[in-house]
């Protein structure tokens, strides 16, 4: 598809209104992030559950509606009714910031397994500590795995869920998978359900980008796998239901972005399935 003198020219438009929006996002997320840091230190003096609440929640909810108000990113969440009561091993797809804020609201207690320098950082860390959120030092091989573990099944039994990004770090849309060991070590270990997201955010909120393209994020929460798989079967059927759960919802993303779309998608669709799609979009 050729654009016109028009098209382009409303392309770029388009194009400086983002950037525009995006850096007014990233401001106000700062802002907002240093306020809830600092005045909210005398919770760290109080319950966990106390802090939790108005702490984390409360910085999670509020960024969550500047992005939709300032930038115009909303939500969509399917498979809410997925979700299991009681303690859970959450798999989550990760392509952006986006899913380590706004995935806390969806579950009741949630430790997350986050990378030990995040609770070296002054004040933040400490927020970090109150919410028992489940530090691993990369670098430890072996031995943080075992930490890990440990911590996660103390949480468990103290009836909370804990979340992991099965990949470890942040992967562009339609990356090929790179699914680590670590997920099917605490499957193993902990005996308790696993649920696999599949999320499209990084289209909308790119890694190691501060631009945020208008649209609508779509969260897939699958069904659970039951406790008691082999974990060669277990990785298996988890990597099969989140990437052809997140594939589906990158065609749907792409769908909604037309050429709005990452460039280098809309150098991968042109020679795929998915360019009639988005050159009728």
Known sequence: MHATPDTR?????????????????????????????????????????????????????????LLRLICGVRVEIAGRENIPAGPLLIAAKHQSAWETLALLPLFSDAAFVLKKELTLIPLL??????????????????????????????????????????????????????????????YGALGVPCLPVALNSGLYWPRRAFIK????????????????????????????????????LLEEGLRELGERAPPELLREAASSPLSTTVENS
């Open 9 to 65: 020219g409303e392309r770029e438009l388009s194009e400086v209104v983002t950037a525009l929006r995006s850096l007014v996002f990233l401001a106000a997320f700062y802002a907002v992030t240093t306020i809830y840091v600092v005045a909210f230190l005398p919770l760290l003096l109080l319950p966990r559950k106390v802090h939790w609440k108005y702490a984390v929640l409360g910085w999670s909810k509020t960024n969550s509606a």
């Open 125 to 186: 860390g400490w927020h970090l500590k109150k919410a028992r959120m489940i530090p691993v030092d990369r670098s430890a091989g072996m031995s943080a795995l075992k930490a890990m573990t440990r911590i996660a099944r103390a949480e468990v039994e103290d009836g909370r869920q804990i979340l992991i990004f099965p990949e470890g770090t942040r992967r562009p849309p339609g990356a090929p998978p790179d699914y680590k060991f670590g997920v099917a070590h605490l």
């Open 213 to 248: 393209r208008a649209g609508t994020i779509r969260v897939d929460i699958l069904p659970p796998i039951a406790p008691g798989l082999g974990r060669a079967a277990f990785m298996a059927r988890l990597e099969s239901d989140i990437e052809t759960a997140s594939t589906r």
